[in-house]
């Protein structure tokens, strides 16, 4: 199983209507909601460990899980709030995000709710705010830490300057939870926040240097690069329409987890023997994937239906 671990949330898209009015469309989200979705779309089996709240927006999210086959077994349900996510869109596509969380649920997950496994994930996966703010932070290091040994563990950052403004503070937390990681995604956007000025080479060859066997690092509609151990390589966007790029990096994200187990490398040893010729492939894969949700409005991953030659040309 893919255990993905973080926030649930609901994205309210807001659109100017006439006079003072605005209207909003809502829809689930949060990255760490979306990665485990985008698994499940990809026929992987995945589950998600974060708290969810009992109010009504809450079951929608447990709903929604349950419509698209993400296990529900490790999911924390609480009577704190919901998080809210105000997204305003530029003229590219772009998000920018307000969040409205303040003790909301998915923040609100301590060491005590940390669950037990009969098997071990093949991976654990965490990101974006809930990998900082406590205490959820703190409990999922320590669960991080406790299953490590016998799981493979993904990070990928993702920076939210509104939920905290200190990017300096984000810098050291990503930087701490490096050593503890086997693949970084991270998007070029979050290392010019954290890491200004600095080239993108040297970053990611300093997380390999920490411990890290893959570090990732998308380009939005530029692609991506991967460095290991000895290689680097990359691979060019693919040119759509673009609808927006809500969910882009959490369909890559799962993409790029899928693709892993699919070329072997569910554990340490076989991670590290990824060949270049591999990891273009495995580029390949999840930005073709990531090109198909900035197609569509919203953070609608695709399905394994609409990856299929994509996926036999993986191996």
């Not at 996510?85 to 301590?110: C, I, W």
């Amino acid at each position: 199983m893919f255990l993905i671990c973080g926030e649930a949330l609901f994205d309210l898209f807001g659109e100017a209507g006439s006079g003072d009015s605005v209207s909003f469309d809502a829809r689930i989200g949060g990255s760490p909601f979306n990665v485990a979705m985008g698994l499940a779309r990809l026929e992987e089996d995945a589950g998600f460990f974060g708290g969810i709240s009992r109010d009504a927006l809450g079951e929608r999210l447990v709903q929604k899980f349950r419509s698209e086959g993400v296990s529900e077994r490790y999911i924390l349900r609480t009577d704190y709030l919901t998080t809210l996510s105000l997204v305003q869109k530029d003229e590219h596509g772009s998000p920018a995000y307000t969040f409205y969380g303040e003790n909301a649920a998915d923040r609100m997950v301590t060491v005590d709710d940390l669950p037990q496994f009969d098997e071990p994930p093949l991976f654990l996966h965490i990101g974006s705010y809930t990998a900082l703010v406590e205490p959820v932070s703190a409990a999922f290091r320590a669960l991080i830490e406790r299953e490590r040994d016998h799981t493979l563990v993904s990070f990928d950052p993702n920076i939210r300057p509104t939920v905290v403004p200190d990017m300096a503070l984000w810098r050291r937390n990503t930087e701490s939870l490096v050593p503890l990681t086997d693949v970084v995604k991270v998007s070029d956007e979050d290392l010019a926040l954290i890491a200004p000025g600095e080239p993108v080479e040297t970053i990611a060859r300093a997380w390999l240097g920490m411990g890290a066997s893959l570090v990732i690092v998308t380009r939005g509609g530029d692609g991506a690069t991967a460095f290991a151990e000895g290689i680097e390589v990359s691979r060019p966007g693919i040119k759509v329409t673009v609808e927006d790029t809500v969910g882009a990096g959490d369909t890559f994200q799962a993409a790029l987890l899928a693709g892993l187990k699919h070329l072997g490398a569910t554990d340490r040893d076989a991670l590290a023997a990824l060949d270049a010729g591999q990891l273009n492939r495995l580029l390949d894969f999840a930005v073709g994937a990531a090109a198909i949700t900035c197609s569509r409005r919203g953070a609608d991953l695709p399905r394994r239906s609409e990856l299929e030659k994509e996926w036999s040309a993986l191996k």
